[in-house]
C-alpha cells in the first residue's frame, strides 16, 4: 500500500513567490511526519519533523491529520531551496520508514 | 560529529556478478537503515538494524540481498546474483533513537550500483 504520496514530480516556481509542496500520507495510526531535502551533489538530510513544531530555513509544515497531509510551505522561495524534497512517514509502533517519490523544486531568478 | 560513511562510491558489475557495500554508521547510534532508490523514486527501506538485531527486513528480496551487522556498529548488505533491476543507489542511515530526536535518521553520500 502506497504510504507517501507526493503528487508533483516538479515544481517551478520563481523567486520571492510562495511555494507549497504537497505530502499525502495513508496511516489510520499516529505517524510521525518529516522532511528531507537533498540539495545538488549532497547526502539526504533532515529539513523537518512535525513534532518538533518549528520553521527551517523559512520552510513550515502542519500535520492535517483530517485530511491527511503534511504540506511543506514557505511564503518566500529563494534560489538556494532549488532541490529533491522528500515527504517520509515512521510507523511508532513499527520503527518502519515510508519515503515519497519526490518533488523536484526549481526556483527560477 | 562524524557522517555516516559507505564504500564504495561507485560500483559497475555485470549481472550475475556479486557486489557488497559497507556502512559505518555515526558513532553511538543503535539504528542502522539500508535504503535502495532507483532513479526517479523514494529511498525504499531494506533492512532496518537496532544494534545487531534485525528489526525490519520485510522488502529485503533475500533470494538474493543479505545483510549484516555482527558488532552493532559496521553493517554490509551483499547482492549475489545481482540483477539488471538492481541498478540504483543504495543508501545507509543511521539514527540515535534519542527522545530528543526520534527517528531522525542521518544519511550516508550513498553507493551508485550499475548493473550492466
Known amino acids: 500500500a502506497q504510504r507517501v504520496t507526493q503528487p508533483e514530480k516538479l515544481l517551478s516556481v520563481f523567486k520571492g513567490a510562495p511555494v507549497e509542496l504537497k505530502c499525502n500520507y495513508s496511516y489510520s495510526g499516529s505517524p510521525e511526519l518529516f522532511w528531507y531535502v537533498q540539495y545538488s551533489r549532497q547526502r539526504l538530510q533532515l529539513l523537518l519533523r512535525h513534532i518538533s513544531r518549528e520553521s527551517i530555513k523559512g520552510f513550515t509544515a502542519d500535520l492535517n491529520k483530517g485530511e491527511t497531509s503534511f504540506h511543506l510551505k514557505k511564503p518566500f522561495a529563494q534560489e538556494e531551496d532549488s532541490a529533491m524534497y522528500y515527504c517520509?512517514?515512521?510507523?511508532?509502533?513499527?520503527?518502519?520508514?515510508?519515503f515519497g517519490s519526490g518533488t523536484k523544486l526549481n526556483v527560477k531568478p | 560529529e562524524a557522517g555516516v560513511a559507505q564504500s564504495p562510491r561507485y560500483k559497475i558489475i555485470e549481472k550475475r556478478q556479486s557486489v557488497a557495500f559497507w556502512c559505518n554508521p555515526i558513532s553511538g547510534h543503535a539504528t542502522l537503515y539500508w535504503y535502495q532508490q532507483i532513479l526517479g523514486q523514494g529511498p525504499k527501506l531494506l533492512i532496518q538494524f537496532q544494534n545487531n538485531g534485525v528489526v525490519d527486513d520485510s522488502q529485503l528480496p533475500k533470494d538474493r540481498f543479505s545483510a549484516e551487522r555482527l558488532k552493532g556498529v559496521d553493517s554490509t548488505l551483499k547482492i549475489q546474483p545481482a540483477k539488471l533491476e538492481d541498478s540504483a543507489v543504495y543508501l545507509c542511515a543511521s539514527s540515535s533513537q534519542d527522545r530528543g530526536l526520534g527517528n531522525t535518521q542521518y544519511f550516508g553520500p550513498g553507493t551508485r550500483l550499475t548493473v550492466l
Open positions: 517520509a512517514l515512521s510507523l511508532y509502533n513499527f520503527n518502519k520508514f515510508y
